[in-house]
């Protein structure tokens, strides 16, 4: 079994930072690809940043220069930097990540239970 827990997210004011954290558990040798996505009330979820196997990132507008993913590959974790928070990044924020169980084995689509963050302005 693969789980993914999500932590740190919380209250914040605007124009303040947040740093959410995977974990990723269970019986993995690492994470191959991942990202962040969020969801507000009544909205559908949408992608926030995603890094690639090779290591390369996309964001969307809505973020970009405000957000940065990254990984250590140590403790399989993957963080979320975000700076310069507005109302509107309000949501929960879910991780996923496709895992890598063995020699070209490959498991894809884990998601984490949630973080709520909640930016107040």
């Known amino acids: 079994q693969v789980q993914l827990v999500e932590s740190g997210g919380g209250l914040v004011q605007a124009g303040g930072s947040l740093r959410l954290s995977c974990g990723a558990s269970g019986s993995i040798v690492s994470i191959d690809a991942g990202g962040w996505y969020r969801q507000a009330p009544g909205k559908q979820r949408e992608l926030v940043a995603t890094f690639t196997s090779d290591g390369s990132t996309n964001y969307p507008d809505s973020v970009k220069g405000r957000f940065t993913i990254s990984r250590d590959n140590a403790k399989n974790t993957i963080y979320l930097q975000m700076n310069s928070l507005k109302p509107e990044d309000t949501g929960v924020y879910y991780c996923?990540?496709?895992?890598?169980?063995?020699?070209?084995?490959?498991?894809?689509?884990?998601w984490g239970q949630g973080t709520q963050v909640t930016v107040s302005s």
């Open positions: 996923h990540a496709d895992v890598i169980r063995g020699p070209m084995i490959i498991d894809y689509d884990y």
